[in-house]
């Protein structure tokens, strides 16, 4: 009885093993493609995501924030409660720093 105890205690621990290494795969990715630059696999994956961390999708974005203020100031700046300001503003800081190393 015992050894069956232990024997599925084994088997257990073994399936584990290998789900803890499948999330480890997943939240953790390579080293080479931890900065991604949406290619396959990088962040972001979304092709809805790519197209917003372009230029031309951030200048599309901006355009409509900007509509969006001129034409319902109030709606815009509820929006903007809503949005994690400190991640958008490292986001933004990350992007400026990445375009002066850029220009040296």
Sequence with gaps: MRDQTQAA??????????SREELRAVFEPPRNQANGGGGPGGFP???TLQMLMSGRGLGTLGALAAGLM????????????????????RMLLVR?????????
């Design 45 to 47: 994956r979304s092709r």
């Design 96 to 104: 400026a720093i990445t375009a002066l190393r850029e220009k040296r």
């Design 9 to 18: 205690r084994a088997e257990i621990l073994a399936r584990l093993a290998v």
């Design 70 to 89: 001129v034409a319902r100031p109030a709606l815009a700046l509820r929006m903007l409660r809503l949005l994690p300001a400190s991640a958008i503003g």
